[in-house]
């Protein structure tokens, strides 16, 4: 100890960089441990989130394939290159095709607000959201996870496409609440505008850009594949 | 997602989802530091430059980490950058600037263990940025940070010629006087559009 | 010059940091975890836990290689240990539950440059043995949790009428919206502190009461 107050001298660049050298492996070894480890818990926990969220949407629904739709198709994977989207086809028990989902986001309130929609293509409507996630405000925007009245407006909403199959005949829009007129048009919960209005945009930016890739490939997907 | 116009992001990031007021990222600087107007804009010009090195550090080493999948080194290597780029700032404003890096004193370092900063690089990643987008966020955020100082630091020089009751004193009054000052900024919402 | 006196284990080391030297109260240090995740008490609790987890862990490694660590580079050796036990955290809780991940956001993150850990490690973990420095770091944490429990149950309790969860009010109770909102965050912090500060001075008029009665006798 006493040689410490000998010579107070700056410890050479050797000591400094073996020092960091041997802290970074340490620690390099331990974030990988920690990673390795959970990583198969995690899969699993992203995994069982998925089903649950898809099949509420989509009752009935058994299993889960994940597509991703392009200008040249549909095909099964979960790589998204650019240009395209990622949906997931809902089998049920005997492997025929339940309906589709597709996550939708656009920006609320407070965050984004993901939503997760079922898309049926025999009625060529949506027939169910479930939210995902999002940090709308409680008791005001946190409404669109509750309130039986907004959530009705998902249960045929019309997202038919137009002749040319390039997009929409009619574009999903949230109207205010009270003045829905039309089966392609969401009711807004009354004092939830924003929020409401960003589920609108999300669903409609995500079936304007999904659907036109989809529809003319649905015969490929009809049965699941073995 | 329909992609955030750069407008968007900044409007967003200076009022209706400022850093402080609403996100509650760099809390400490902000009672801290926001005792007197002269400090409190320094330490916001500092800190804010601080985000945009922090920011577009960040872009380019997500796009090394993504490429080799080396994603579960994101964190350290973020924090290691910064406290990087806050070393450069304590070396150039004491070449340059001495009186200023006089003034700001302990509380430069303390940059790093700002989580405004840290904050930016993190929720940038998480939200998926492009390099333009990224540059937004970090300006909006830096400017929503200093504003947030600034408009504190105004209130609280006047407040010091007030009389206030022995109990409120000191922190309780400040975290008032930001409780206020966010109820205020809520009224932004829905700004950026 | 004299060395400083090694600490020695008590009692003392483990309950300074639960209320002389609290982290929320006193220390006002880590405030950004402090009022974004204090919405409701299982993220409160679930966010100290997590931070006494990195707090025990970096204490222990900080000591043990305290020896070892040259003085220029000792901040840059703490904040990537630091970093380490929180990437360890941050997987660790997607492993047990992704519903809690989401509510605790980018908040498990930046538990990395929370300064109650740097603090800590600099000012005692690295002049101190590991049993020692372990023993304050677990109470600083508890200390930690303690407040946030502290400012997460009346948030949830006012601001949703539930407790982790159980509705404790009826049906018809009109949430204070507001207090799971930013803005409560910084009124139930400073209502806490408001209270501390009553009750301090109610002490200490009163032990001046008591010490100017003696003076003049019974």
């Excluded at chain 1, 939210?131 to 925007?141: A, K, L, N, Q, W």
């Excluded at chain 3, 660590?69 to 240990?81: F, G, L, M, Q």
Aim: overall charge positive; glycine content about 10%; proline content about 4%.
């Amino acid at each position: 100890m006493s040689s410490e107050t000998l010579t107070p001298q700056m410890s050479s660049s050797a000591a400094m960089v073996r020092t960091l050298g041997i802290v970074a492996t340490v620690c390099g070894v331990i974030i990988v441990g920690a990673y390795e480890s959970t990583y198969s818990a995690v899969a699993a926990n992203k995994k069982l989130a998925l089903e649950r969220a898809v099949f509420k949407v989509l009752p009935g629904s058994k299993s889960i394939t994940e597509f991703v739709a392009g200008p040249n198709g549909v095909t099964e994977g979960t790589d998204v290159p650019a240009g395209s989207v990622k949906f997931y086809a809902a089998y049920d028990a005997e492997g025929r095709l339940n309906g589709v989902a597709a996550e939708a986001a656009a920006r609320g309130y407070a965050d984004v607000v993901r939503i997760l929609y079922g898309y049926s293509p025999d009625c060529q409507c949506i027939v169910g959201i479930g939210v995902v996630s999002m940090r709308e405000t409680p008791g005001i925007g946190d409404k669109i996870i509750t309130d039986k009245d907004f959530l009705a407006n998902f249960q045929a909403l019309d997202v038919r496409l137009n002749a040319e199959m390039s997009g929409l005949a009619n574009a999903v829009k949230t109207v205010k609440h009270g003045t829905k007129t039309q089966p392609w048009q969401i009711d807004a919960i009354s004092g939830a505008t924003v929020t409401s209005k960003a589920v609108g945009r999300g669903i409609n930016d995500s079936a304007q850009a999904l659907l036109p890739k989809l529809v003319p490939n649905l015969d490929k997907i009809r049965s699941k594949a073995s | 997602m329909a992609p955030e116009t750069l407008g968007q992001i900044f409007v967003n990031a200076l009022l209706a989802n400022n850093f402080v007021l609403a996100m509650f990222l760099g809390l400490c600087p902000f009672l801290g530091v926001s005792g007197r107007l002269s400090t409190a804009f320094p330490m916001g010009v500092a800190t804010s430059f601080v985000m945009l090195v922090a920011s577009l550090c960040a872009y380019g080493l997500n796009l090394l980490l993504t490429q080799f999948h080396l994603e579960f080194l994101r964190l350290i290597s973020y924090i290691v950058v910064i406290a990087s780029a806050v070393q450069l700032v304590e070396m150039v404003l004491k070449k340059f600037s001495p009186g200023l890096f006089r003034a700001l004193g302990i509380y430069l370092p303390l940059i790093t263990t700002n989580c405004a900063v840290l904050g930016v690089a993190l929720f940038q990643t998480a939200r998926e940025y492009s390099f333009l987008q990224s540059l937004a966020f970090s300006f909006g955020g830096g400017a929503g940070f200093t504003l947030a100082l600034v408009l504190m630091a105004s209130v609280r020089e006047r407040l010091e010629l007030s009389d206030v009751p022995g109990v409120a004193q000191g922190t309780a009054l400040s975290l008032m006087l930001a409780g206020l000052l966010s109820l205020a900024f809520m009224g932004f919402a829905g700004l950026g559009g | 010059m004299n060395p400083q006196q090694p600490e020695r284990l008590s009692m003392d080391t483990f309950l300074e940091g639960i209320w002389r030297q609290n982290p929320v109260f006193v220390m006002m240090l880590g405030m950004c975890p402090t009022l974004a995740v204090t919405v409701s008490a299982v993220n409160a609790l679930s966010m100290g836990v997590a931070t006494a987890f990195v707090l025990v862990a970096s204490a222990l490694l900080v000591s043990l290689l305290r020896h070892a660590v040259p003085k220029e580079v000792r901040i840059a050796t703490y904040i990537v240990i630091i970093a380490t036990f929180v990437t360890v955290v941050d997987y660790a809780i997607q492993a047990i539950s992704l519903a809690l991940y989401d509510a605790l956001g980018a908040f498990i993150q930046l538990i990395v440059v929370n300064c109650i850990i740097l603090g800590r490690a600099e000012a005692h973990s690295s002049k101190h043995p590991p049993l020692v420095a372990v023993t304050n770091a677990l109470g600083m944490g508890a200390g930690f949790t303690i407040g946030l429990f502290a400012l997460g149950s009346v948030r949830e309790i006012f601001g949703t009428g539930t407790l982790f969860g159980f509705p404790l009010f009826g049906p018809d109770f009109q949430p204070w919206v507001v207090m799971v909102l930013p803005p409560g965050g910084f009124f139930v912090l400073a209502a806490w502190l408001l209270l501390f500060a009553w009750f301090r001075r109610r002490k200490e008029r009163l032990a001046a009461l008591a010490a100017g009665g003696q003076q003049h006798g019974a």
